[in-house]
């Protein structure tokens, strides 16, 4: 494992229940309190009562803190789809993706047809490349990573904007941020929704390159750690 990242200034919470797509109430020492999420997945084996989690107080919002992790196998699923975001941004900066030594960051979300994805890239000076990233933090089996854990129209769409900028000669990359400890490949969740993992297999057909990471919170020291930087891909 690689630091990329240090989370400061995290607490201790324990879930309590979720409260609507954006919020969940935790419980922070002895007070209930409201914590801003914005992984809008539905996270229900994540997210189960009584399970610590680490979150940070939220600055000019409306709840006292956001939920960045929840503790898994004595470290932590990293939930924060921002902060996943910004460690694939410090990643490629750093060179600490091998199969993107020799790209930078151009843009941050660029519009591709009627979507914003997530990074424009260039490498090697002359190609450039659009970036979707997708958070996949629910367990299959153990063993692997899953993605989505509903129906996702956007995801869908996102996928098939990509297929339709390869077809006409442009370059696209899916990377799914596999941020759980302890997982060997990742999956497409074809029982949440058929529709993406065809679209993924159409789209690898394509030429649209298909990717995964592994990233996991450590509570202890309180870093971000790389795991595998090229997690398989079971598609």
Excluded at 2 to 13: A, H, Q
Excluded at 70 to 81: Q, S, Y
């Amino acid at each position: 494992m690689r630091p990329v990242i240090k989370v400061l200034f995290t607490n201790i919470c324990n879930i309590v229940r979720r409260e609507n797509r954006f919020v969940v109430k935790v419980r922070a020492g002895s007070q209930f309190e409201n914590a801003y999420i914005n992984n809008t997945g539905r996270l229900h084996d994540i997210l189960v009562p009584g399970r610590k989690a680490y979150c940070m107080e939220s600055s000019g919002r409306k709840t006292k803190y956001r939920l960045i992790a929840v503790e898994d196998r004595g470290f932590a699923a990293l939930i924060d789809t921002r902060i996943q975001e910004e460690v694939f941004r410090i990643l490629v900066e750093k060179r600490m993706i091998s199969w993107l030594t020799q790209c930078s960051i151009l843009r941050r979300m660029p519009r591709l047809g009627q979507s914003v994805l997530d990074y424009l890239v260039e490498c090697n000076n002359t190609k450039r490349i659009y970036v979707e990233l997708k958070s996949a933090v629910l367990r299959g089996d153990d063993k692997y990573a899953m993605y989505p854990d509903c129906p996702s129209l956007r995801g869908r769409r996102h996928i098939q904007e990509l297929i339709s900028h390869v077809e006409m000669g442009g370059h696209g990359i899916i990377v799914f941020i596999a941020a759980l400890p302890y997982v060997e490949y990742f999956k497409p969740n074809k029982d949440a929704d058929p529709i993406i993992a065809e679209l993924l297999r159409k789209a690898k057909n394509r030429g649209v390159i298909v990717k995964s990471i592994n990233i996991i919170y450590n509570p202890v020291d309180h870093y971000i750690y790389l795991v595998n930087d090229d997690l398989p891909v079971n598609i």
